[in-house]
């Protein structure tokens, strides 16, 4: 499958990407201030929107380890 830019409708807010980590969003929001990770986009209102697997891909390259999952 190519590599296809994603789309407004794969971004995700940051509480939603947070979720998705199982990290506060406040620690997603600091990891993106001091540029460990990087959103996909702002909206007008400045709000971040994340591409989750780009978002993983960065943590991971970063050497951040993430809380498991408890489903």
């Known amino acids: 499958m190519a590599d296809r830019p994603p789309t407004r409708a ?3 807010s940051t509480s939603a990407a947070a979720r998705s980590l199982g990290v506060h969003q406040s620690t ?13 986009a702002r909206t007008v209102g400045g709000h971040m929107r994340w591409d989750l697997q780009k ?8 050497g951040a380890v993430l809380p498991t999952s408890q489903d």
């Open 10 to 12: 794969n971004l995700v």
């Open 28 to 40: 997603l929001s600091r990891w993106a201030s001091t540029g460990v990770v990087h959103p996909e």
């Open 55 to 62: 978002l993983r891909d960065e943590l991971e390259a970063a």
